[in-house]
C-alpha cells in the first residue's frame, strides 16, 4: 500500500526536494491528526481498507479496458480485411473483362499492317496491362525453360526433348494466363517439353 501524500509546506521545501508532494511521516503529531491505534469508531482503518478496495478497483477497470482496446482493435482489423476482399471480388469481372481486351489488343498488334498500326497496338496493350496490375490481377507468362507448374499453366501441347534437364519446362506460351493472389482465373497455354 502506497503512502497518504500531502503538500509540501514551504518550511518542509528545502528538505524534500524537488518534488510537488512528500509523504506523511511516521511522526505525526497526534493530537493535531489523532492516534490511528486509539481511533475508537475505526474510522482510519475503514479508511485504509477503502483505499485498497478502491485501488483493485481500478486495476480490475484497467484490465477491462485494454481487454476492450483489443476486442475494438481486433474488429477493425477484421473489418478492413473483409472490405479489401469484398474489393478484391468486385474488381475480378474488372479485371476478367481487362485480361480479355488485352488478348484482343495483343492480337491486332501481331497482325497489323503497318508499323504505326502495330506501335499503336502495343502502347493500348501496354495500357491495359497496367490497368490489370493496378487492380490486383497477375498476367501468367512464363519465361522458356521454366519448370512447368499445372496451378497456373495449362498444356497445350507437348514435344519431346532429349535433354534430362529439360524434362517437364516450358517450350513456348501460346496464351498468358492471368490469376489473382490466392487464385488462377484462367492458366496460361504453354508447350511442355518431355524426355523421352
Do not use: W
Amino acid at each position: 500500500m502506497t503512502e497518504p501524500v500531502t503538500p509540501v509546506t514551504q518550511v518542509d521545501a528545502d528538505t524534500a526536494g524537488p518534488a510537488e508532494y512528500a509523504p506523511v511521516s511516521d511522526t505525526v503529531d497526534s493530537a493535531e491528526y489523532g492516534d490511528a491505534t486509539s481511533d475508537p469508531d475505526g474510522s482510519v482503518t475503514n479508511l485504509a481498507a477503502g483505499q485498497r478496495d478502491l485501488a483493485e478497483r481500478v486495476e480490475d477497470l484497467t484490465r477491462v479496458l485494454a481487454r476492450q482496446a483489443a476486442s475494438i482493435e481486433r474488429l477493425a482489423d477484421d473489418a478492413k480485411a473483409r472490405a479489401q476482399r469484398e474489393r478484391q471480388g468486385a474488381d475480378l469481372p474488372l479485371v476478367t473483362e481487362l485480361f480479355a481486351l488485352l488478348g484482343d489488343t495483343t492480337a491486332c498488334a501481331r497482325t497489323a499492317e503497318s508499323d504505326r498500326e502495330r506501335e499503336a497496338f502495343e502502347a493500348i496493350t501496354t495500357r491495359i496491362e497496367r490497368l490489370l496490375i493496378g487492380r490486383g490481377g497477375i498476367l501468367v507468362d512464363p519465361p522458356t525453360d521454366t519448370p512447368f507448374d499445372s496451378l497456373t499453366m495449362e498444356a497445350a501441347d507437348v514435344v519431346d526433348t532429349e535433354d534430362p534437364a529439360f524434362d517437364r519446362t516450358v517450350a513456348s506460351v501460346i496464351q498468358p494466363g492471368l490469376s489473382v493472389p490466392g487464385r488462377s482465373i484462367r492458366p496460361a497455354r504453354v508447350v511442355v517439353r518431355r524426355h523421352r
